[in-house]
């Protein structure tokens, strides 16, 4: 039990911390695509996603010397130089860039509107892009743990809480964000900083998190009290609705 000190366990518990703050993204991004499945399909697929996460971010910390290497210059063009990090942080940022304004096209004008009022998704399909976002945000997560601890149990048990706490959590946010339109397209928005943050790494732009995460908590708060507001006043119109019937008004 030596190894269970003081300092160790304030270790734990920042990193914990941070974590849980850092997977912030990762839920909301994984809220709203397991949206597009059969409700009997949500819960399944949002465990899955997280329990791949944290596979990964285990296995990544089992590598903690092959991920010191990934800072390492791989491209050089015309002096510029690129690490494999900054490659997994270009491509998982148009991802999510990519990813997110597909999903606010659906959601104002395309397959959310269908007769189903859900977009054609698969479960497999849905796990794929899961899978594909968690890996860049396992990376990232992994990178702050390596450069914040040294023992790699602090790290493991870290990563194993955080990835607990949103298992807890993670379907009441999921069903809290489908309940209200406005928070789904504030949460979009903020896939499409975070987005836009990790291509800017990736470039080498250095972006304080805090300041990102601050807006982010700045802008939620203001939309809680625009939902407190709107519980005790009439229902907001319906915008689509009306335009529709606008259109087929004039049709006719």
Do not use: C
Request: overall charge neutral; charged content about 20%.
């Amino acid at each position: 039990m030596e190894f269970i000190t003081a300092d160790n366990l304030i270790s734990l518990l920042t990193l914990t911390l941070l974590e849980i703050v850092l997977g912030i993204d990762n839920i909301i991004f994984i809220s709203i695509i397991v949206a597009r499945l059969p409700v009997d399909q949500q819960d399944k697929a949002r465990k899955l996603g997280l329990t791949l996460a944290l596979v990964m971010r285990v296995i990544l910390l089992m590598f903690v010397s092959w991920i010191a290497q990934l800072t390492n210059p791989l491209i050089n063009i015309f002096g510029f130089e690129l690490s494999g990090r900054d490659l997994i942080m270009l491509a998982g940022g148009l991802f999510l860039l990519a990813k997110s304004t597909m999903e606010i096209h659906n959601k104002l004008e395309g397959e959310e509107h269908g007769p189903d009022g859900k977009g054609k998704a698969t479960f497999s399909n849905i796990i794929f892009q899961i899978i594909l976002l968690d890996l860049v945000f396992s990376l990232d997560s992994v990178i702050t743990a390596v450069g914040l601890v040294k023992e790699l149990w602090v790290m493991i048990t870290a990563v194993m809480i955080s990835i607990g706490v949103m298992l807890i959590f993670a379907k009441a946010i999921g069903e809290f964000i489908d309940r209200h339109p406005t928070v789904k397209m504030l949460a979009l928005s903020f896939l499409l900083m975070v987005g836009m943050v990790l291509f800017a790494e990736g470039l080498h732009f250095h972006v304080e998190k805090g300041y990102v995460y601050t807006a982010m908590a700045f802008s939620m708060l203001v939309e809680f009290l625009n939902i407190r507001l709107r519980k005790k006043s009439k229902p907001p119109v319906n915008l689509r609705r009306d335009t529709v019937g606008v259109y087929e008004a004039k049709e006719k």
